[in-house]
């Protein structure tokens, strides 16, 4: 499998009862799910925290003015699409005043929009529960450090 290192960022989104957002996602290369927290690519030019707040106004709607400053780097080696991402990625938290607050699809590209199954707001005791793969696998300890 081909080893690709691409800068990221990642949102872990806490609603008021502290359920973290986890995007639902369906690999078009073998249909395997994968569970994760919103975010993705830094584009050339971007902070981290930029990136992650882009991608979690794309991903989500959610509000990004509620990400933070503060990040924990987390070492990723993740499949998707028939590559094997690795490296650092940096992690930012996002607080939110309401239970389980609405999703927007709106700012989705259209493959994303297609390889998007869902989503849910899960407490991190019920991780180990989803059906798929949590990524990253380690993500109840991330979430603690947040």
């Not at 590209?109 to 059906?131: C, D, M, N, T």
Request: aromatic fraction near 8%; include cysteine; charge should be negative.
């Amino acid at each position: 499998m081909e080893s690709v290192h691409r800068p990221a960022a990642r949102v872990i989104c806490f609603d008021a009862d502290g359920r973290v957002l986890l995007m639902n996602w369906r690999d078009p290369h073998d249909g395997s799910e994968l569970w994760e927290p919103p975010g993705g690519g830094i584009d050339d030019g971007e902070t981290p925290r930029e990136a992650a707040r882009r991608e979690l106004a794309e991903e989500t709607g959610l509000d990004t003015a509620r990400v933070g400053d503060r990040c924990v780097d987390v070492e990723r080696r993740s499949r998707w699409k028939g590559r094997l991402y690795v490296g650092v990625e940096q992690f930012f938290a996002a607080r939110y005043d309401t239970s389980r607050p609405g999703l927007s699809r709106a700012g989705l590209l259209p493959y994303e929009a297609a390889e998007l199954i869902g989503h849910a707001w899960v407490p991190p005791a019920e991780f180990a529960s989803l059906p798929g793969r949590l990524e990253p696998p380690e993500l109840a300890e991330i979430v603690k450090l947040l």
